[in-house]
């Protein structure tokens, strides 16, 4: 069972068939699929939606942001965001791991072609795109009164709209 688990922590976006291939590699015996699943229920190891998280991603801005975040109340928020389609879109959806935790798998994250879509959810609330830091725009909106605030680099998790979208693409 230990070779299992660290296979799922190695690989958390293998299919059922390569993990099988793998047993195999490291120990010698195939095992079959129903034998897996009854191992990865054994293990506490279900099923679940893949999520992406950036390797470029700063734990020290993002606590930073949300200290700085909290002194808002919610209707003073817009979440602002584009949307893209790109090579990263196309990728594995699920994967595996234990039953209290999220799958996760760090990427590299590639710009593709860009479609732009700029809805608004509800101070305004930006990523760290660049055509977001243009000194024109941000002039623009200081000029009707509103402060903008930026996410952290690679954090799209802390802007909403992100959900929205992830049920659209």
């Not at 190695?10 to 195939?30: C, F, N, S």
């Not at 090579?87 to 860009?114: M, P, Q």
């Not at 732009?116 to 009707?144: G, M, R």
């Amino acid at each position: 069972m230990n070779i299992l688990c660290e296979i799922i922590c190695e690989y958390v976006d293998y299919y059922l068939d390569e993990y099988i291939e793998e047993m195999q590699a490291r120990t010698g015996k195939h095992i079959s699929v129903p034998t897996l699943w009854r191992s990865l229920a054994y293990c506490g190891i279900t099923r679940k939606k893949l999520q992406k998280a950036a390797t470029e991603r700063n734990e020290l801005l993002r606590n930073a942001f949300i200290a700085s975040i909290g002194h808002y109340r919610i209707e003073q928020l817009v979440f602002m965001d584009e949307s893209l389609k790109d090579e990263c879109t196309l990728t594995y959806l699920y994967s595996y791991s234990d039953i209290n935790s999220r799958a996760v798998k760090k990427v590299v994250f590639v710009r593709g072609k860009r479609y732009t879509l700029l809805p608004a959810l509800t101070e305004q609330v930006l990523d760290n795109a660049k055509i977001h830091h243009d000194q024109d725009l941000l002039d623009y909106l200081s000029a009707f009164g509103i402060k903008v605030e930026f996410l952290p680099p690679y954090s799209p998790d802390f802007n909403p709209i992100e959900t929205a979208f992830s049920m659209i693409k």
